[in-house]
Nanobody, 114 residues
Framework: VQLQASGGGLVQAGGSLRLSCAASASILSINAMGWYRQAPGKQRELVAYITRSDNTNYADSVKGRFTISRDTAKNTVALQMNSLKAEDTAVYYC?????????WGQGTLVTVSS
C-alpha cells in the first residue's frame, strides 16, 4: 500500500488546515490508519488514528481541535485541524496498519505562525 499525504502549509495560529492521505489500495481491509507528527528535535508522536470500525483516538494535545475521518469510497483518510497552535508545527505523516506490515507515507509540513 502506498500512501500519499497532502494538505500541509503555512497557517496563522487559530487557523485551520485539512490534511489528506490517499491510499493506493482499498482501505476497507486496513486495521487502522493514523496520523503522526514529528517536530524539529522531537520524537515522532501519534496524533490520531481511526480503526476499521471507525473508532477513533486522539492525543490529549489535539482533542477537541482535530478530527480524523476516512472515506472508504475514495480510499482516503483526512485530518481536520482547527484552532491551530504554534506547537502543532511539525511534519505530519500518515500510516496504515495491516496484519502483515505498517505502511508510511511521506510527510507533509505544517507550519503554524504565532
Amino acid at each position: 500500500v502506498q500512501l500519499q499525504a497532502s494538505g500541509g502549509g503555512l497557517v496563522q495560529a487559530g487557523g485551520s488546515l485539512r490534511l489528506s492521505c490517499a491510499a493506493s489500495a482499498s482501505i476497507l481491509s486496513i486495521n487502522a490508519m493514523g496520523w503522526y507528527r514529528q517536530a524539529p528535535g522531537k520524537q515522532r508522536e501519534l496524533v490520531a488514528y481511526i480503526t476499521r470500525s471507525d473508532n477513533t483516538n486522539y492525543a490529549d494535545s489535539v482533542k477537541g481541535r482535530f478530527t480524523i475521518s476516512r472515506d472508504t469510497a475514495k480510499n482516503t483518510v483526512a485530518l481536520q485541524m482547527n484552532s491551530l497552535k504554534a506547537e502543532d508545527t511539525a511534519v505530519y505523516y500518515c500510516n496504515a496498519v495491516t496484519p502483515a506490515y505498517v505502511y508510511w507515507g511521506q510527510g507533509t509540513l505544517v507550519t503554524v505562525s504565532s
